[in-house]
């Protein structure tokens, strides 16, 4: 599987799981991603 984020391939066992409230699951390689994805989306919403 490949980071939500960056696009990289994420090794089996390692990185990050994030369930979405409506239940779509997003990974990550490493918690930065997860952070600056979270942080992007967050600002997207406030644009639009
Ligand atoms: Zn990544």
């Known amino acids: ?3 939500s ?3 990289k391939d994420i090794e089996g066992g390692t ?4 369930v ?3 239940g779509s699951v ?3 390689c ?3 991603c997860k952070k600056l ?3 992007q989306n967050r600002k997207l ?3 639009s």
């Open 1 to 3: 599987m490949k980071c």
């Open 5 to 7: 984020y960056c696009s």
């Open 15 to 18: 990185g990050f799981a994030y």
């Open 20 to 22: 979405r409230k409506n």
């Open 26 to 28: 997003r990974y990550y």
């Open 30 to 32: 490493t918690g930065r």
């Open 37 to 39: 994805n979270l942080v």
């Open 45 to 47: 919403r406030k644009e």
